[in-house]
């Protein structure tokens, strides 16, 4: 049995999890988080928050609050992400990975903050991140031995289904920020 460095079981898995966790970006962080433009149940909220949490873009408290402060201050000098005020590499990538941006400001998402369930999530947003990591796992293992004809594995799962797919995302996602 030789192990192969893709499938297109892993492949598929990759693009299917990009599709959906690029929806829970834009339908749930952005549309319901920071606009509120629907409205859901409590426990519809909570598994929505834990869904974003996949896509690996930090908590959703954190998301609407950077997200709202992005719409009050526009291409000013206030907007973190801006690439008019400091360029590309800033607005893709910099202002996301800078120490002075980590910190959710609960004031400008009181809305939320309410929901203790919100702010356990948001402060663990590691968890999302975890739970699909140790999903994918156990998919390729479950793959691996019921399944060996796909050719795939735990490992392979997690590098195409997580590493690659989350990538990918993320790009795409502060791409937004970067070229408009």
Same mark, same amino acid.
């Given at each position: 049995y030789k192990r192969q460095s893709w499938s297109w079981a892993a492949v598929i898995t990759a693009v299917?999890?990009?599709?959906?966790?690029?929806?829970?970006?834009? %339908?749930? +962080?952005?549309?319901y988080f920071c606009h509120r433009a629907y409205h859901t149940s409590r426990a519809t909220q909570f598994l929505f928050a834990l869904?974003? #949490?996949?896509?690996?873009?930090?908590?959703? #408290?954190?998301w609407a609050s950077v997200h709202r402060h992005h719409h009050r201050h526009s291409d000013d000098e206030? =907007?973190?992400? !801006?690439?008019g005020m400091k360029g590309f590499l800033w !607005?893709?990538?910099g202002w996301l990975t800078s120490s002075r941006n980590f910190p959710? =400001? +609960?004031?400008?998402?009181?809305? #939320? %903050?309410? +929901?203790?369930? #919100?702010v356990f999530l948001n402060r663990f947003d590691l968890i999302g991140p975890a739970l699909l990591f140790a999903g994918l796992y156990g998919f390729g293992a479950a793959l691996?031995?019921?399944?060996?004809?796909?050719?795939?594995?735990?490992w392979q799962m997690v590098i195409w289904g997580f590493f690659i797919s989350t990538t990918v995302l993320f790009h795409a996602t502060c791409t937004i920020n970067s070229l408009t």
């Open positions: 299917v999890l990009y599709f959906t966790r690029m929806f829970a970006v834009t %339908a749930i +962080y952005h549309r869904f974003g #949490l996949t896509a690996v873009q930090r908590g959703p #408290l954190w206030h =907007d973190v992400h !801006s690439p !607005s893709h990538i959710t =400001d +609960y004031d400008r998402v009181k809305d #939320l %903050a309410k +929901y203790p369930e #919100l691996e031995a019921f399944a060996p004809g796909l050719g795939t594995s735990p």
